[in-house]
């Protein structure tokens, strides 16, 4: 690895160690020439992955999209930024994990829309409000009211014990 401060191309690690997703490796590395420290970071090459739209075009799986869907929809929502970047980590780890070379964008919004379910209730009504493209109140009362069925599931599992 090419040092970032004199440019020799020799340097050597001295320190590896995972993200906390896992996904990438933190290495601290020193010039063999001009002695200073710098930190890189190495992460798997994926495989192209494209993603099939609603109207049939195909572009590249880019998670910096997953990333600013799901910022629009926390916003002035109690969701770290660690929250987030769990969230887009997940969806791609499932994403790439799939064997076709091609996902549409509604597996992939389902995914998202799973994990916000989980994290903020408002936040997973905005993305869905979006992703869906609701047509007419009925529908958007349809998705309320079944997360407000699965919310009540849940509590009276809680309550039984």
């Known amino acids: 690895m090419r040092c970032m401060y004199c440019s020799h191309p020799d340097s050597r690690v001295v320190d590896s160690r995972p993200t906390e997703d896992g996904v990438v490796i933190r290495r601290r590395r020193e010039c063999e020439q001009c002695g200073r420290r710098f930190t890189t970071y190495e992460k798997v090459e994926m495989a192209p992955l494209l993603v099939v739209k609603k109207d049939g075009r195909r572009e590249m799986f880019d998670p910096e999209k997953i990333r600013q869907g799901?910022?629009?929809s926390c916003e002035k929502r109690p969701v770290s930024a660690r929250q987030i970047d769990e969230i887009v980590s997940q969806v791609e780890t499932r994403v790439f994990a799939n064997l076709d070379r091609e996902i549409s964008t509604q597996t992939i919004g389902e995914l998202v829309m799973n994990h916000l379910r989980d994290i903020d209730e408002v936040a997973y009504i905005r993305f869905a409000c979006v992703y869906r493209?609701?047509?007419?109140?009925?529908?958007?009362?349809?998705?309320?009211?079944h997360l407000l069925e699965s919310r009540d599931v849940v509590s009276s599992k809680t309550d039984n014990g």
């Open 70 to 72: 799901v910022v629009k």
């Open 133 to 145: 493209n609701f047509g007419d109140i009925h529908s958007f009362m349809d998705v309320l009211n």
